[in-house]
């Protein structure tokens, strides 16, 4: 079985503060790990993926993620916090599998408010 | 521009009426997902369909049904069965096959229903 743990339900941070939501995880295998945002009463829009390779993986909007196999942790990471940041944010984990649907397994989410 | 609609954004049902949700997509994606939101929870899968004419059921399937008579469309019903429907639904589609083992799921805006 595979899991996520967001263990942060709000974040606060100031603008032009750097930001961190943090992301653990569980698997059986290779992890593949992606960051999800969502806007009030919006879906999820993709961020950014770790799959292989560089440990630092960057994505859309200035966000990065920083995978550590030993901490098990895919922790979201932004230099300079905007206001428009401000949202719920989600951390999901698959084990690779040749061929098959893609299940994905979300963490619970962190509400991110970034103050003026 | 591609992408996937769901319909209507927001429902209301009775007590004892079956509600379906329309999922169109045209990403010519071959998997197609549903969820279910709800505060606090994260996302949790109903049911998920790789191909035509078949799908499977997902974490919580009990008091839902789908039907996948074509590759673009998904739609979920909620019956009376499911005692509490009250939750925001997103719908998804992916790449299958090893050139989508890397993809991440594309969603839509959402339906919320609510009970009357």
């Known amino acids: 079985a595979q899991s996520v743990a967001q263990p942060e339900d709000q974040v606060n941070v100031a603008e032009g503060n750097p930001l961190t939501v943090k992301c653990t995880y569980s698997v059986s295998g290779n992890p593949y790990l992606f960051w999800y945002v969502q806007y009030p009463n919006r879906g999820l829009q993709f961020l950014l993926k770790?799959?292989?390779?560089?440990?630092l993986v960057k994505g859309s909007y200035g966000f990065e993620a920083e995978f550590n196999k030993s901490q098990t942790s895919f922790h979201l990471k932004k230099p300079s916090a905007l206001v428009s940041d401000s949202a719920l944010y989600f951390c999901?984990?698959?084990?690779?599998?040749?061929?098959?649907?893609?299940?994905?397994?979300f963490g619970s989410g962190t509400q991110l408010t970034v103050l003026p | 521009d591609g992408g996937i609609t769901q319909s209507p954004k927001y429902l209301f049902r009775k007590e004892g009426q079956n509600v379906t949700l329309s999922c169109e997509q045209n990403?010519?994606?071959?998997?197609m997902y549903w969820y279910r939101q709800d505060p606090g929870q994260g996302l949790r899968l109903i049911y998920y369909s790789q191909i035509v004419n078949d799908f499977q059921k997902g974490d919580i399937a009990e008091g839902y049904s789908v039907s996948r008579e074509k590759k673009e469309s998904f739609p979920l019903t909620v019956t009376s069965a499911q005692k509490n429907p009250t939750a925001f639904y997103l719908c998804?589609?992916?790449?299958?096959?090893?050139?989508?083992?890397?993809?991440?799921?594309?969603f839509g805006d959402g339906t919320r229903l609510s009970i009357l």
């Open positions: 998804a589609s992916s790449i299958l096959g090893n050139r989508g083992q890397d993809q991440p799921q594309h």
């Open positions: 770790y799959i292989t390779g560089d440990n």
């Open positions: 999901a984990v698959r084990v690779s599998v040749s061929g098959s649907a893609r299940q994905l397994t």
């Open positions: 990403l010519n994606h071959d998997a």
